[in-house]
């Protein structure tokens, strides 16, 4: 099993800037893939950021150039820094992670409880 803890979401002034972290923990052998997703009240979960365990990255348009995602692989944590936030970008913030547990190939996807990043003035 594995267990990500995020941190970071709160409340912030429209042009702001947030820093969101999510650790993994658990009998990890390695984790391929980390990312975070958002929720928006009445709407569907989607993509915000991915990085690999290579430090490939890949961004949602709408934060391209705005958001950063980065990893720290040696404490399985998986960073956001968020700036120039909008009111739009308003959601409950997942951490995801596709973590394996031997040296196999099968991968295992979980996922945080989720952080509430709010953007208003």
């Known amino acids: 099993q594995v267990q990500l803890a995020e941190s970071g979401g709160g409340l912030v002034q429209p042009g702001g800037s947030l820093r969101l972290s999510c650790a993994a923990s658990g009998s990890i052998f390695s984790i391929d893939v980390m990312g975070w997703y958002r929720q928006a009240p009445g709407k569907q979960r989607e993509l915000v950021a991915t990085?690999?365990?290579?430090?490939?990255?890949n961004y949602a348009d709408s934060v391209k150039g705005r958001f950063t995602i980065s990893r720290d692989n040696a404490k399985n944590t998986v960073f956001l820094q968020m700036n120039s936030l909008k009111p739009e970008d308003t959601a409950a913030y997942y951490c995801n992670a596709h973590a394996r547990f031997g040296p196999a190939p099968d991968t295992y996807i979980y996922w945080g409880q989720g952080t509430q990043v709010t953007v208003s003035s």
């Open positions: 990085i690999t365990s290579g430090a490939g990255t």
